[in-house]
């Protein structure tokens, strides 16, 4: 991303509830899948059915900057958070000049911030914590918005891993080719 694509990204959301300096949300979201044929336990998620683990990373207006869909549903989201190239690129400090918002699942990053658990302070964590939830919000409703426009990713895959993991990536680009998260389907008037 360049400077003035991520000056567009503050700006954007900043323009939620006044959180400065966000380059995006991270978040994780399971696909489910028909039940793999090789490893088969570890595609089996905290939910108790197999799945995809899939981390994504979106902007202000639900478009996705970064997918990462190899995971198996077993993966914990500090696991798969760690071993990306995106946070990879954070942590050489090839990614500069903001952070990403996480949920509680991320560790806390100079560029990765997370909720204040349990804050004490009455009012500046809770503000935090509000405007941080407020504007983080956004990944869950990129997952959600994705996953009804592409049905088949609501549902499981019935389909090799590799290939279900080729539907998600591919889904993930159609979602973002898309000019406004509501706009009408074309085919159909």
């Known amino acids: 991303m360049d400077i003035p694509e991520q000056l567009k990204v503050k700006l954007d959301f900043y323009n939620i509830r006044g959180f400065p300096s966000v380059l ?10 028909e039940t793999p044929s090789i490893d088969e336990y570890h595609y089996v998620c905290r939910n108790g059915f197999h799945a ?6 979106c902007d202000a207006n639900l478009k996705f900057l970064n997918i990462v869909a190899k ?24 990614m500069t000049g903001g952070w990403l918002l996480g949920d509680s699942g991320y560790g806390l990053r100079p ?13 500046p964590y ?5 405007c941080h939830k407020s504007t983080r919000c956004v990944i869950e409703r990129a997952f959600g918005l994705w996953k009804m426009r592409f049905r088949c990713i609501y ?3 019935h389909l090799a891993t590799e290939r279900a993991v080729a ?21 159909h008037g």
């Open 24 to 33: 995006g949300a991270v978040d994780g979201t399971l696909i489910p899948i």
């Open 52 to 57: 995809l683990n899939i981390q994504g990373v």
């Open 111 to 123: 560029w990765l911030l997370t909720p204040k658990l349990n804050p004490r302070t009455p009012l």
């Open 71 to 94: 995971w198996p549903g077993s993966t914990h989201d500090s696991f798969r958070w760690t071993n990306c190239g995106l946070s990879a690129a954070f942590e050489d400090k090839e």
């Open 155 to 157: 549902r499981p895959l």
């Open 167 to 187: 539907v998600v990536i591919a889904t993930a680009i159609l979602h973002n080719r898309e000019k406004s998260p509501f706009a009408r389907d074309r085919r």
């Open 126 to 130: 809770r503000k935090y914590n509000v």
